[in-house]
């Protein structure tokens, strides 16, 4: 487990692509119970350790979690990302470059929960959620473009829907329209960054995922350091 940001009332952990954040019927030991333990042998703790989960991140996405050590946080951040006040951004590769370098999308999401699946539409629908994102190209690779996309709205498998509507699926997302899959089961979602105000100190936190270790993500390197480095 990689510790990115600790203090006495939240930690920030990279996700591993394939974790899970919370318990599900998989039965796997989710990140939270990993960061839990974790807590509990550092500080030498004799009881049970609170860890509150305040959002998730698909399984085969990686990147930023954030979870809260104290009740006080806990309530506090909840607050935070139910007002839009946790800024994410995330980072996608995709197979085919996006029609402009730089967009706003806005369609309507229906989501499926047999299929867990969102379908994304032009138009207003019934049963559809409005949805609004951003991108921007960052760069390109002999086979993949790197987009930096930021959420205006939260939805399910929001970016996943509206990269694969507009033509770009994510790299490795079968579930949307990529042509294979990953060779870990991952998909090319990242993260990348979350900005936000203390929800204690109300110091101004602004952190930055490593990338994946994978050698489509290599290509990247040198101009992801760049960017971060702006």
Known sequence: MQVIYEDNHIIVVYKESGEIVQADRSGDVP??????QWLKEKYAKPGNVFLGVVHRLDRPVAGLVIFAKTSKALTRLND???NGEVHKTYWALVKNPPPFEEATLTNWLVRNTQQNKSYAYDWEVEHAKKSILKYKVLGHSEYYTL???NLMTGRHH???TQLSHM???IKGDLKYGAQRSNPDGSISLLSHKVAFIHPVSKEAIQLTSPLPNDPTWDAFRALTSAVNNE
């Not at 990140?31 to 839990?36: E, M, N, T």
């Open 167 to 169: 033509g770009c699926p």
């Open 31 to 36: 990140l939270s119970d990993i960061v839990k």
């Open 80 to 82: 935070m990302f139910r």
């Open 158 to 160: 929001q970016i996943r």
């Open 147 to 149: 987009l930096e996309i």
